[in-house]
């Protein structure tokens, strides 16, 4: 095979850069999501004018899209890890899925030029609303979070189609669409 035809290896050719990681190709659709749910807000959000607000905003619009079951207190299911039946309770992001994805636009942020003491991504409001989450869902499920010891090399990526979307940490992705 000739050197530079088109059945040739990719690392044969020496003009292409290399293939960014999952957690790299991620971040980066992550925050061109968060961009874009910034300039379809009325009136336009600019990076600038972001603080954690708007990431709140962002966290909560997300559920619409969860597929995580969070019993509400008046559910007969309410507590229980396994309900027997379904329920007309709402669909959330998880809280696994939600802190990944802050832990991705934090490091974006500063990568794109953001001053860590002034990136929202990192407020205290976040993480406040993070544990929340987390405790909520947790009692909903009638499992208490446990706080998982972390492993040597060994980290998991989400993957999701080319666009604008926001992975989930089963790696399914979640469309954004235009807010009115």
């Given amino acids: 095979m000739q050197e530079g035809s088109p059945l040739s290896p990719r690392s044969a050719d020496p003009h292409r850069l290399p293939q960014p990681s999952r957690y790299e190709s991620q971040k980066h659709r992550d925050w061109n999501t968060f961009g874009q749910y910034l300039s379809n807000q ?33 559910c007969a299911y309410y507590g229980q890890p396994e309900p027997p039946g379904p329920c007309t309770c709402p669909l959330k992001q998880a ?11 934090r490091a974006a942020y500063e990568e794109n030029g953001g001053l860590p003491e002034t990136n929202p991504f990192a407020s205290s409001a976040i993480r406040v609303y993070l544990r929340e989450v987390r405790d ?25 189609s080319s666009g604008t979307a926001v992975a989930t940490a089963d790696g399914s992705s979640i469309p954004l669409h235009h807010q009115p």
């Fill in 95 to 105: 809280w696994g899925s939600l802190d990944a994805l802050i832990g991705r636009l």
């Fill in 136 to 160: 909520s869902q947790a009692r909903a499920r009638g499992i208490p979070y446990k706080k998982k010891k972390k492993r040597k090399s060994s980290s998991k990526a989400s993957s999701s």
């Fill in 42 to 74: 009325r009136p336009p959000v600019s990076l600038s004018q972001c603080n954690y607000n708007h990431v709140l905003e962002f966290l909560r619009y997300l559920d619409q899209f969860g597929k995580t079951k969070v019993h509400l207190q008046g």
